[in-house]
């Protein structure tokens, strides 16, 4: 399971992204639409990833800052040169990519452009363990050597 590519997971599914200057509300209407948790950003020129948008953004950095969401940019909010994945690694690397950023959503790229996102609500519950198991080892090995 654990060597499965990363690619894999995408089946075909529409990647959701706005420009930087596209609203909050306008993000918001778009997850919900296309019933994802997350809006890549891209620069309208050339289509590279720019940032990130997500619903904790959406609740941490606009909702609960009292934030307009109609007046306020994806620019302002987004988490700006977000951590990729190649779609050609595996299963096991984004897992452990996703772990050691704190990340719930993981763009994929090929060729510079971003072909999808996978959350952490794509990986199998097998896989999600053999991560927590790993990282659990790691933490008592950095005890033991403390």
Known sequence: MMHRNIGDLLNRRRVVSLPAGASVRDAARQMKAAHVASVVVTASINEQIE???TERDLTDRVVADGLDPDQTRL???M??????????????EALRRM???GLRHLPVVRDGRVVGVVSMRDFMGEELMLIEHEREMMDSLTEVMM
Do not use: K, L, M, Q
């Not at 988490?79 to 096991?92: E, K, L, Q, R, S």
């Open 75 to 77: 620019s302002e909010v």
């Open 51 to 53: 940032g990130i948008f």
């Open 79 to 92: 988490t700006p040169c977000p951590v990729t994945a190649a779609h050609d690694i595996t299963v096991g």
């Open 99 to 101: 772990a050691d950023h």
